[in-house]
C-alpha cells in the first residue's frame, strides 16, 4: 500500500499540481494544494475505487482550489495580494520562465480568469490532454455538457482582448517580416 | 430613382446580414474543426466559407495559433521536498480510517493543517458530525456535565422537606423470619445480620422514594408551573403597555 502511495503521487503530481496552478498564482500555494490532496489521497486510500483514482484526485482538487479561494477571499486580498507578488518575484522556476514569453503569460492570465467550470475543463482537456471520460467523472457532467462547456471555454478564452491584441502584433512582425 | 436606391439598400443589408448569420454560424464551428469532429458536407461546407472569407479565415488563424499555444502551456509541478514530505506521512503510520491524524502532528506543515480542515469529498454523515462537534468541544462539554450536576445536587439538597410524606411503598417492619427461613440463609450471616440488612435496605429504598417525589414536584414546578406563570405575567405585562390602562396589569 506504501509503495502504491507512492507510485500514485509520481503518476499525479503533475496534473494535481498544474491544475491548482493554473488558478492560483502562487507556486506555494499550488503546493500546499498538492499536499492537501495527496494526504486527503492517503486518509481515503481504502475507499477509494483505484480505478478511478485520476477522476478522484481531479475532483478533490477542483474542490480544494475552490475552498482555499473562498478562505484566501474571507481575508485581507489587498495583503494577499501583495504576498503573491512577492512570493511571485522569489519564484525562478520553470513555470515562470516560461511565462517570460509574453503570449503564455497572456495566455496564463487569460485562463486564470475564466470562471469555473471552464477554467478546469480548458486545464484539463487542452493544457494537461485528459480524456474526456476522466473530465466527466471527475467534474460529474456527461459527454455533451462538457462539450459544450469546454467550446464555450476556448470561445472565452478567444474574446479576451489581451490575447487578442497579442496575436495581432504577432501576426503583424510575421507580415512584416515577410 | 429614389425607390430603387432604398430597394437596392435593403438587399444590400439583407445580404449582408445573411453573409454575418453565416460568418457566426462557421466560426461556431471553428473548435469543432480544430478537435477534428467536423468531417463530411459539414467540413467542406466550412472550409469553403473560410476560403472565401477573410475574417472567418483571419478567426480560423487565431483559433489555431490560441489552440496550439494552450497546448504548449507549461505544466506545473511539484517539489520534491513536498513529495518526500507526502513519503514521510505514509511510511510512519496507517492513517486511522475515521479521523486518526496522531501520527502525523510532527510532519504537518501548512498545507496539513489545511487537508484536515478542508471539505471532505464525500458527505459527513449526521452522527459523525456530532461525534466530530463533541469531541473537539471535549471539555467545554465535561465542564457543562459537571456544572449540570452539581447545580442539580444543590437543588436537591436545598429543597424544603415534605413533612406530609405518603406511606413508604416498601415495608416498614420485616416480619420474624421463621425457622425456614433462617435456615435457607447461608451459614456465613445469622438471621439478627440478615434483618439488619433488610431493615437498612428498606431505609434506603424508601430514602430513595422520597428523593424521586420531591424530584418530581421540583421539576414539575420549575419546567411547568413557573414558565405558565411567566408566559401570563408577560402576556399581562404586554397588554399593559399596549397603552390601554383599563386592562388588568398584574399577575392573576
Not at chain 1, 115 to 143: C, H, K, T, W
Request: glycine share 4%.
Amino acid at each position: 500500500m506504501h509503495i502504491e502511495f507512492q507510485q500514485a503521487i509520481e503518476k499525479h503530481r503533475q496534473r494535481v499540481v498544474t491544475l491548482a496552478r493554473y488558478r492560483l498564482r502562487s507556486a506555494a500555494d499550488a503546493d500546499d494544494i498538492a499536499q492537501e490532496v495527496f494526504v486527503k489521497l492517503w486518509q481515503h486510500w481504502p475507499k477509494i475505487d483505484h480505478d478511478k483514482q485520476l477522476p478522484w484526485l481531479l475532483r478533490v482538487t477542483h474542490n480544494a482550489i475552490i475552498d482555499f479561494v473562498r478562505r484566501r477571499k474571507t481575508r485581507n486580498e489587498s495583503i494577499d495580494d501583495a504576498v503573491d507578488v512577492e512570493a511571485q518575484a522569489a519564484e525562478q522556476s520553470q513555470f515562470e520562465a516560461l511565462e517570460h514569453n509574453q503570449l503564455t503569460a497572456s495566455l496564463t492570465d487569460a485562463i486564470r480568469q475564466l470562471d469555473e467550470p471552464f477554467r478546469s475543463i480548458l486545464v484539463m482537456r487542452d493544457v494537461q490532454g485528459l480524456s474526456y471520460a476522466d473530465i466527466e467523472e471527475s467534474l460529474d457532467m456527461n459527454a455533451s455538457q462538457l462539450k459544450v462547456y469546454l467550446h464555450r471555454a476556448r470561445r472565452k478564452l478567444r474574446a479576451d482582448p489581451q490575447l487578442r491584441l497579442r496575436f495581432e502584433e504577432i501576426n503583424s512582425s510575421g507580415d512584416d517580416a515577410v | 430613382m429614389n425607390a430603387r436606391y432604398e430597394q437596392s439598400e435593403v438587399e444590400y443589408q439583407m445580404s449582408r446580414s445573411s453573409e454575418q448569420t453565416q460568418c457566426f454560424a462557421m466560426q461556431l464551428q471553428i473548435d469543432t474543426f480544430l478537435d477534428g469532429d467536423l468531417v463530411g458536407e459539414q467540413q467542406l461546407a466550412f472550409l469553403g466559407h473560410v476560403a472565401e472569407c477573410v475574417g472567418c479565415a483571419h478567426e480560423l488563424r487565431y483559433a489555431q495559433h490560441l489552440y496550439d499555444s494552450v497546448l504548449d502551456l507549461p505544466k506545473a509541478d511539484c517539489s520534491d521536498a513536498l513529495v518526500d514530505n507526502l513519503v514521510a506521512i505514509s511510511s510512519q503510520k496507517r492513517v486511522q480510517q475515521h479521523g486518526g491524524h496522531e501520527g502525523h502532528e510532527e510532519h504537518r506543515g501548512k498545507a496539513g493543517a489545511l487537508a484536515e480542515t478542508s471539505r471532505q469529498p464525500s458527505r459527513v454523515g449526521f452522527f459523525a458530525q456530532l461525534s466530530q462537534f463533541f469531541r473537539d468541544r471535549l471539555p467545554l462539554t465535561i465542564g457543562f456535565a459537571a456544572f449540570s450536576t452539581l447545580v442539580i445536587a444543590v437543588v436537591i439538597v436545598m429543597a424544603p422537606r415534605v413533612d406530609n410524606a405518603p406511606q413508604p411503598l416498601v415495608a416498614e417492619v420485616t416480619p420474624d423470619l421463621s425457622a425456614e427461613n433462617a435456615a435457607m440463609i447461608p451459614a456465613a450471616f445469622d438471621a439478627a445480620e440478615a434483618r439488619m440488612a433488610l431493615e437498612e435496605l428498606n431505609t434506603a429504598i424508601d430514602y430513595l422514594n422520597r428523593v424521586s417525589r420531591q424530584t418530581e414536584m421540583m421539576i414539575g414546578e420549575r419546567f411547568v408551573v413557573l414558565p405558565l406563570q411567566q408566559s401570563v405575567n408577560s402576556s399581562l405585562r404586554r397588554a399593559s403597555f399596549s397603552g390601554n390602562e383599563d386592562r388588568q396589569a398584574g399577575p392573576i
